[in-house]
């Protein structure tokens, strides 16, 4: 470098004050918000992106900023037995705790520079357009939520206030500390289950399982949310019919028979372009061994599957876009 050059500057960290941080006898800040528990050094993000160190404070980058906004049928969260055939406000931020190689919204959620974020929105803008568009509920969708728990929290009571319901689409990616206040916010909750297998977790997501399902168990025994489960089967990674009846097992013993679970398809994407789409016989086949575990609501997504479809047809509106108002 020649000398009279100044050394490039650090990126700017701006954004809102995070909590559940701690400072280490090192001089490190550690997240507590989720199980990777990211030690950060000043100017250091977190495996989220979203979500880093500026002196002594975490901060929350995409607070009040959004990848989009959409008007959705509830069914599509997908959430069967909570408000159906109603619309729901959708939306999300960009980042992701999880670093699935098969991410399905992978455009969102592994974003590394804020491009994405082309709306910005306060709490009230958003409940306000709820509003508008008729939605009885806002959904925290497209990348986890969990990651944005300051804003996702605030737009939640903002929409209690008007009677609009909140609902969280997450991978239940998140500390004990943190995920009290998470859930209080929230009245309806489809959570990924995304296999039964440490392996896989740590291999295709660099995360554990065991958290996950602490997460489960708690909304469904120390909360009054809804709870529904969705399982992404992966040809050849979590599709075995041991695995499977292992999961629904689980389910039905630790959770309930009268859960929701939701099989889903897989599509090649992100980085797994060279695994083959799920077949419908995979999914037929799953609903047929959870059936036999004793579950009574077991659904198919992604595919053309008139057996497990809802039982209710949906009467909101198609899938739309919506501008929402700047603040």
């Keep these: 470098m020649n000398k009279t050059q100044s050394a490039p500057l650090r990126e700017a960290i701006v954004g809102v004050p995070g909590r559940y941080w701690e400072r280490l006898a090192d001089g490190r800040i550690q997240c507590d918000l989720c199980p990777r528990y990211c030690k950060l050094h000043d100017g250091q993000r ?20 959004s990848s989009g906004f959409c008007i959705d049928p509830i069914e599509k969260k997908p959430l069967n037995h909570f408000l159906p055939g109603t619309p729901v406000l959708s939306f999300g931020t960009a980042g992701c705790n999880l670093t699935c190689k098969f991410c399905q919204n992978w455009d969102i959620s592994k974003a590394r520079s804020f491009d994405r974020l082309q709306s910005e929105a306060s709490p009230e803008a958003i409940v306000r357009a709820a509003r508008a568009t008729g939605s009885r509920a806002i959904a925290y969708t497209y990348n986890d939520p969990v990651i944005f728990l300051e804003y996702a929290v605030d737009v939640a009571r903002a929409a209690r206030a008007q009677d609009i319901k909140n609902v969280a689409v997450t991978a239940g990616y998140i500390s004990e500390k943190a995920r009290e ?5 929230m009245d309806a909750a489809n959570i990924d289950l995304k296999a039964f297998t440490e392996g896989f977790y740590r291999q295709l997501c660099s995360a554990e399982l065991g958290p996950v399902l602490d997460t489960l168990e708690y909304v469904k025994r120390e909360t009054k949310v809804w709870l529904e489960i969705t399982t992404l089967l992966i040809p050849g990674c979590n599709d075995a019919p041991s695995e499977i009846a292992a999961l629904s097992e689980w389910v039905a013993s630790r959770l309930g028979l009268d859960v929701p679970l939701h099989f889903s398809a897989f599509h090649p994407d992100w980085k797994m372009h060279d695994v083959p789409a799920t077949p419908r016989a995979t999914l037929t086949r799953a609903r047929e061994i959870a059936k036999s575990a004793g579950l009574r609501y077991i659904y198919t997504g992604n595919v053309h599957d008139e057996a497990g479809r809802a039982p209710i047809a949906m009467s909101a509106a198609p899938a739309s876009s919506v501008a929402i108002g700047t603040r």
């Design 46 to 65: 977190g495996l989220c992106f979203v979500r880093a160190r500026r002196g002594d404070e975490i901060l929350l980058a995409t607070y009040g900023r």
């Design 181 to 185: 206040e998470f859930f209080s916010a």
